[in-house]
């Protein structure tokens, strides 16, 4: 297993408060790594650190071995594409205008934009399915049309590695499960996918590798099948459950035995 | 599909306009718009006669009253309104807010409160005195505000307002204390293109060309920087950068029009708002409009002020504010009908 993604003993911090003191972690390359923990467990600061948009205390983030810090940046950018929670659309815009957006690694101030650019967006555009939506302003859409519009924006940037901070949140369990099929599609077409999800069993289900986080720490991280189990929920959620295997996907699944008060 | 998931209904789609086109229809309006206002005034040159003048130069009283009074101001009304209104472009992007206005920034208050200190020390009476103090206001109001608001736009336009509530007042105060700077101030106070076609404008005209085309070079950061904070930095557009240099244009742009013509209000709010829905969020398409609709703006404004007075010139700024002020209710009242 490569990991040309790591983060080496970085030290957090979000504000005044301490997130991560010496974390270690390893992106495995072209997986699909989902983060999971506790609300608070430091989770979307990791993935933040990941991308530049946090700079560790102490320790290092690097990617090919060369600290992230030292890319300029849109040579990163290229490299590393990346969706906040709750990307706000500038008003007006319509679909086909933002997602070209995402070309703006590749651009230069001046030159106008290129036949390349054109068919990263078109791209873009089928794989995350907003074709149909290509004239219609992106204030316009529901919900669900406005996420897929947002990751083929970020899809349009090109770059091995897409990290997606809680794409699912706003969601209803049907686009859930459409956006999460997407994202293991890309990662079947060579991309690293990273994303920090909320619900342990869609992670189980779409993860090669999860990451198991709490109180800024690593608990456990690997296969979801291999590092499962009821004592590991407990320890991260403070959860008592059983895992039985999803009826689907044999993936484990966690019904949790908490009796109702 | 859940209720929450059905999408809005479609706005009514209309034909659009190519944005290249609308932006060659804009052109021509400006020269035409421009041709009539070096041909109207208390001697009317007839517009034949300015395109001749312009073109082919015969010497004659008219080619001398266009090329020396009436060119010169057509281009100061130019360079002026396409300055104020991308300064508004700027400033409205910027601070995420589509009521901002470059004002706000604490530029024009920096620029009169340096002006009445300048006449109450007896330097700044002659329109070349004014013309440094403006700036010199300008550019200090705009470096104490980045100072204070740092890299947040909320606390930038907090930190303008007060510092030009608080400079008003002690400038208003200096003012009723010394009657000699209340006159020089005066005049400066009346955002007014007339005369000051005849002072030096190399050195203000220079600065907004190379300030808009500087506007145009950011505009594609900027694009990038409406998609928030996060999703611009990744995207590798340099935030700090990227505002840092948005402010400084803002400050040049609107600091070297106000030096030259004064206070005018209204054009730097008003023109981005109509130019808005045809740019369709994009910043480059923004900015090329307002450095046209600017200028048509102020033209006609100018053309207004020489006009609507039979006795003589109103200033220009009365003129943008009574322009301004039904433009405004309209525009809000277009852009509300679209939000819901």
Same mark, same amino acid.
């Given at each position: ?12 911090? @979000? ?43 102490? /320790? ?83 919900? #669900? ?15 091995? @590695? ?14 859930? @499960? ?9 990662? !079947? ?6 994303? $920090? ?41 403070? %959860? ?22 | ?24 229809? /804009? ?22 006669? $300015? ?66 200190? !300048? ?6 009476? #002659? ?34 307002? +007060?510092?030009?509530?608080? %400079? ?40 907004? #060309? ?36 948005? +402010? ?55 053309? !207004?002020?020489? +006009? ?26 277009? @852009? ?5």
């Amino acid at each position: 297993m490569t990991t040309s993604l790591t983060a080496q003993g970085v030290t957090l911090r @979000y504000g005044d408060r301490v997130v991560s003191t010496r974390l270690n972690l390893g992106i495995p390359d072209g997986a699909f790594t989902a983060i999971v923990g506790p609300n608070a467990c430091g989770k979307s600061t990791l993935l933040r650190a990941f991308v530049r948009l946090l700079r560790p205390d102490a /320790g290092q983030v690097e990617l090919d071995g060369r600290e992230v810090g030292g890319y300029p940046s849109k040579a990163l950018a290229r490299r590393l594409g990346f969706l906040p929670q709750d990307p706000l659309p500038p008003e007006d815009i319509k679909v086909r205008q933002l997602v070209a957006r995402g070309r703006f690694p590749h651009q230069s101030l001046l030159a106008v934009r290129s036949p390349q650019d054109k068919e990263a967006v078109d791209k873009a555009m089928t794989a995350a399915g907003v074709t149909d939506l290509a004239d219609r302003l992106v204030r316009e859409l529901s919900g #669900g049309q406005r996420q897929r519009v947002w990751i083929a924006m970020v899809l349009a940037q090109e770059t091995p @590695y897409l990290l997606l901070d809680e794409p699912t949140s706003f969601l209803d369990i049907t686009h859930q @499960y459409q956006l999460l099929g997407l994202l293991a599609r890309l990662r !079947g077409e060579g991309r690293t996918v990273i994303t $920090v999800l909320h619900d342990i069993n869609q992670a189980c289900r779409f993860a090669d590798h999860l990451v198991a986080m709490r109180d800024g720490r690593v608990v456990a991280e690997g296969n979801p099948s291999d590092i499962v189990d009821a004592t590991l929920i407990k320890d991260v959620f403070d %959860l008592p459950s059983v895992i039985v295997p999803d009826p689907v996907t044999g993936t484990p699944m966690v019904v949790p035995t908490l009796e109702e008060e | 599909m859940s209720a929450a998931d059905r999408s809005l209904p479609v706005a009514k789609t209309r034909r659009q306009v190519p944005r290249a086109g609308l932006l060659l229809g /804009g052109l021509v309006l400006l020269g035409a718009v421009a041709v009539l206002s070096i041909g109207i005034g208390a001697h009317s040159v007839p517009p034949a006669e $300015v395109v001749r003048a312009l073109f082919d130069y015969q010497g004659t009283d008219d080619h001398v009253i266009v090329w020396d009074v009436r060119a010169p101001r057509a281009l100061l009304a130019v360079a002026v309104g396409a300055a104020l209104a991308v300064a508004g472009a700027l400033i409205q992007i910027l601070g995420r807010n589509p009521l901002a206005e470059p004002g706000v920034l604490g530029v024009t208050a920096g620029a009169g409160f340096a002006i009445t200190i !300048g006449s109450a020390l007896g330097l700044a009476g #002659g329109q070349a005195g004014q013309l440094v103090f403006a700036i010199i206001g300008s550019v200090a109001a705009a470096l104490l505000v980045m100072a204070v608001g740092r890299q947040s736009p909320l606390r930038l336009v907090l930190t303008g307002m +007060v510092l030009t509530a608080v %400079l008003g007042g002690i400038a208003l105060g200096l003012r009723m204390m010394l009657p000699d700077a209340f006159d020089t101030y005066r005049f400066w106070s009346v955002g007014t293109l007339a005369g000051r076609e005849q002072e030096p404008l190399a050195l203000p005209l220079a600065a907004i #060309g190379v300030s808009l085309l500087g506007a145009l070079l950011l505009s594609r950061p900027l694009n990038a920087l409406e998609l928030g904070e996060s999703v611009a930095q990744t995207l590798g557009a340099g935030v700090a950068r990227t505002r840092t240099a948005t +402010v400084i244009l803002i400050t040049v742009l609107s600091g070297a029009a106000t030096a030259v013509a004064g206070p005018i209000l209204f054009v730097g709010l008003i023109v981005p708002h109509l130019v808005r829905r045809p740019a369709a969020g994009s910043v480059p398409w923004l900015t090329l409009y307002s450095m046209v609709l600017g200028p048509v703006l102020l033209l006609v404004a100018d053309i !207004g002020s020489r +006009v609507l007075l039979p006795t003589g010139e109103v200033p220009v700024a009365i003129v943008t504010a009574f322009l301004g002020g039904p433009m405004l209710i309209w525009a809000v009242r277009q @852009y509300g009908a679209g939000t819901r």
